[in-house]
């Protein structure tokens, strides 16, 4: 098969998980034997055209913009015009795969111009990151996804949480929707020996110290300030030997002025941003690892935790429940309740050997429900009944 694919974001260009999940997908499906074509935006030095890992991807121009959503439109007026050109000049392509609302337009435009159906992965919904529309941008994006659900011949979503959600969220038909988890290269993540470990640990916390840490972006639906709210209990059960770390970019003002109110601030160390290599390094001096999030459509996080062998402690929102299970692959606590987080990360750092249990778990579930290959085939597996159900359409 031939496959344009459309995505936002693609390495080195790394704004959330799509990035990291379009980059470690298709690999896998030209080693099935598929040609894909991806297009997404410059960035940076990038080239404009290249090939990884025999995906050849193409980079388009957008230009300048006032706003976020002005470079949307930008994006995908782009995006039309080399796609128009890939169909016309490589085709026939067999189908086209779009990743969220903000590839949209381009690809629903692509889809009829060109009569080649459209897949749509649907990687998070505004309903469900504000539970609920309650303003223009949030009707406008809502509507957007709706728009491109509509127009897909299938949706790939990336939990049974998130079918859940686009049945209800955006209207679409229950058996319209495919779950494909996200998944990890886990030998991308194997533990470095080539450090100091208490040289670099010493750069967090002291000797006495356990380390927990949150990494991701710094937003409300991450549900940081939950952390923040649960440090004070397990400092006191600690007898204060523990430091939180925070890893991820954005605004952390509010976040620091929590933990100078709550009294803490001595035993928070916000990091900013942390390049994928100094956090694979971090990870290896790290004793538990938190997601607090109020808001998650799946949760790739914890499949890096896996990775690194650092045990988790999680919220039960979304797709974490799938993802980690509880007292098994790690600790699963109730959602915006910063008692439960504080017992869910007691139980990591004062049982040692429960802690191992889960770590040794953690890894060898990666491989049994969470490898790219498995994915992958899944995916290839919609893409032939995609394929198989268009050729008997009169378009």
């Known amino acids: 098969m031939k496959i344009l694919v459309m995505s936002w974001e693609f390495p080195p260009r790394i704004v959330g998980g799509i990035a990291r999940h379009v980059a470690e997908l298709y690999p896998e499906l030209v080693k099935l034997g598929h040609e894909v074509h991806l297009i997404t935006p410059e960035f940076g030095h990038a080239p404009l055209y290249e090939t990884v890992e025999g995906v050849q991807v193409h980079r388009v121009p957008v230009g300048q913009a006032n706003d976020f959503f ?13 796609g128009s050109k890939l169909l016309l000049e490589e085709g026939p392509f067999d189908l086209i795969h779009a990743h969220d609302w903000l590839v949209g337009d381009a690809a629903i435009a692509l889809k009829h111009n060109f009569r080649i159906p459209l897949i749509a992965t649907i990687h998070a919904t505004e309903h469900g990151r504000h539970n609920g529309k309650y303003n223009d941008t949030h009707y406008y994006i809502s509507g957007k996804e709706e728009q491109l659900a509509f127009n897909a011949w299938r949706i790939i979503v990336c939990s049974d949480y998130m079918r859940r959600e686009v049945e209800r969220a955006l209207h679409s038909p229950w058996d319209k929707i495919n779950v494909v988890y996200n998944g990890i290269r886990p030998e991308k993540k194997q533990h470095h020996q080539d450090f100091h470990f208490l040289d670099f640990r010493r750069q967090f916390a002291e000797d006495g110290e356990k380390i927990v840490y949150y990494v991701g972006r710094m937003t409300y639906e991450k549900g940081v300030s939950v952390l923040l709210s649960a440090a004070p209990k397990v400092l006191a059960e600690m007898g204060g030997y523990v430091k939180f770390v925070f890893i991820g970019g954005g605004n952390t003002d509010h976040l620091k002025k929590q ?15 942390m ?9 290896t001096v790290a004793d538990c690892a938190v997601f607090p999030s109020l808001y998650e459509p799946f949760g790739i996080v914890a499949l890096e935790s896996f990775a690194s062998r650092v045990p988790v402690v999680v919220s039960d929102t979304g797709g974490f429940p799938e993802v980690v299970q509880h007292t098994k692959t790690g600790v ?4 915006n309740n910063p008692d439960s987080l504080a017992w869910g990360i007691l139980e990591v750092l004062k049982n040692p050997g429960y802690r191992q ?8 579930d990666l491989e049994r429900r969470f490898s790219w290959p498995k994915l992958a085939k899944q995916t290839e597996e919609i893409y032939k009944q995609v394929v198989q159900e268009r050729s008997q359409v009169l378009w």
Request: glycine letters at 6%; a negative charge.
């Open 332 to 335: 699963v606590t109730y959602t």
């Open 259 to 273: 933990a100078w109110d709550t009294g803490i601030w001595h035993k928070c160390y916000f990091t900013g941003f």
């Open 70 to 82: 002005h470079w949307i439109v930008n994006l995908n007026e782009s995006m039309g015009v080399h």
């Open 357 to 364: 249990w889960l770590i040794d778990n953690a890894y060898r």
């Open 275 to 283: 390049s994928d290599e100094y956090l694979d390094k971090f990870q």
